[in-house]
């Protein structure tokens, strides 16, 4: 009797073990094609670059000493914003080392603070202009700029939005060798303001010059074209020219409730005249809530209607590709119903039929130590598309739209091929 039943609870605890290994399974399965955490951090490439970043800055003030004209190098330490996530991080650090470039200091840059596993990584396993253009690590910070020393001034700036960057310019034109900015500079208020239009054409310049992915970045990039057949736009390789488009997961549902409730307008660069005026009708009134609803959160006929404008202006496009962090597949199935309709097609007035290809952020091909470079990727995906239609709710789109609208040396995004949701 005791051993049957010991029996029966040993079947019960086997059972339930199974249960849950197959759930796991089951969660881990679908987590990872949601960009998931059960990946191992590529470490010892960490490792390495950042002792790569030590000899490039230390080879670097080395070649300095050697140049009559930069015998009394100066620098500046910029305090960033603390946790903030890849777009609003990358974006602040493009924008710090243009301010350091554009006074004549030498940017002592950050590690790459990671957020979800609360770690700092070396940044040129992310941006390469901001860590080797007049760039040095902070490593190198007590050597340089020595704590006490009459040479290093700590500043905080205080400003209006319509003077702040002057402010900020003037401050470090300062004398001493090492600026030590003491508060964050800017920020979304900032850049989401009128002000920051008078930034743009130089910050454009900057980013254009500048502005470079890792090459782990590049790599999953270049991967990722190949096998999803995604031709890069003006340039006649092989692949299909292609849509992105930017959606985001039902909790961006919250931040666009928020939006509503405090009248925001659109983030960033999104607020640009020439970006803004790219908006899909009707326009954005940010003092009406349904429109902020609309606008943050668009419908899929919405996301439809924004397709549909941009196959009318080039009918050759026939791929779309979605940049997202997880968004239901629900949503995902019921517009590739929508895409690949070849009624709603032709009732949309589409010269060459539905859409052919619709890939997604979840196909990016990439092995399990790339995970912290797929966000990069996704966003070079998105600069790279012929057209991108994006959220001006969010950061990162409107972070898309800056590097779109800078181009290259060569040649710059315009705006026709961008429309905000
Ligand atoms: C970027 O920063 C802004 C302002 O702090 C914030 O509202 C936004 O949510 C951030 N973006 C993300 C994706 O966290
Ligand atoms: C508010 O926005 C919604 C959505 O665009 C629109 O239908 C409505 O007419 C607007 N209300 C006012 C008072 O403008």
Not at 178 to 190: E, V
Not at 233 to 242: A, D, I, R, T
Not at 303 to 328: F, T, W
Not at 351 to 364: D, N, R, W
Request: with cysteine; charged share 20%; hydrophobic share 40%.
């Amino acid at each position: 009797m005791k051993s049957a039943s010991s029996y029966n609870r040993l079947r019960a605890q086997v059972l339930l073990l199974a249960i849950v290994v197959a759930l796991y399974l089951l969660y881990s399965n679908y987590s990872s094609t949601n960009s998931n955490d059960n990946s191992t951090p590529p470490y010892s490439l960490y490792a390495d670059l950042n002792q790569k970043e030590e000899e490039i800055g230390q080879k670097f003030l080395e070649s300095l000493e050697l140049i009559e004209t930069q015998k009394n190098p100066k620098f500046v330490l910029f305090r960033q914003h603390e946790g903030t996530d890849f777009g609003n991080q990358t974006q602040e650090i493009l924008l710090h080392h243009h301010l350091a470039l554009q006074s004549s200091r030498f940017y002592i840059y950050q590690p790459f603070y990671w957020k979800s596993r609360n770690e700092q990584l070396p940044l040129s396993a992310f941006l390469l202009g901001a860590s080797q253009e007049r760039a040095v690590p902070a490593s190198f910070v007590e050597k340089l700029c020595p704590k006490g020393s009459d040479d290093v001034a700590h500043i905080k700036i205080q400003s209006t939005q319509e003077d702040l960057w002057n402010t900020a310019l003037s401050a470090l034109k300062r004398k001493e060798k090492c600026i030590i900015m003491d508060n964050p500079i800017i920020d979304t208020a900032y850049l989401s303001s009128p002000t920051a239009e008078s930034i743009w054409p130089l910050f454009q310049k900057h980013l254009a010059r500048w502005f470079q992915w890792s090459p782990q970045i590049l790599d999953i990039v270049e991967r990722t074209q190949a096998q999803l057949n995604l031709r890069r736009q003006f340039s006649n390789l092989h692949g299909e020219p292609y849509i992105a488009l930017h959606l985001h997961r039902k909790e961006f549902l919250e931040h666009c409730k928020t939006a509503a409730q405090q009248h925001l307008g659109f983030m960033n660069w999104a607020n640009l005249p020439a970006v803004l005026s790219t908006t899909l009708p009707p326009r954005l009134n940010p003092g009406n809530d349904s429109s902020v609803m609309e606008h943050c959160s668009p419908s899929l006929s919405r996301v439809m209607d924004a397709i549909d404008r941009q196959v009318r202006r080039k009918p050759y496009l026939r791929s779309v590709h979605i940049i997202h962090d997880g968004v239901a597949s629900t949503d995902l199935r019921k517009l590739e119903n929508a895409l690949k309709n070849p009624g709603r097609a032709q009732r949309a007035g589409w010269t060459y039929g539905p859409i052919k290809s619709l890939t997604h952020s979840a196909m990016v091909p990439h092995e399990p130590e790339e995970v912290d470079f797929l966000v990069g990727a996704d966003v070079e995906l998105a600069r790279r598309a012929e057209v991108f239609i994006g959220n001006g709710y969010s950061s990162l789109s409107s972070y898309i739209v800056a590097l779109r609208m800078a181009g290259d040396l060569v040649v710059a995004g315009i705006p026709e091929a961008i429309t905000l949701l």
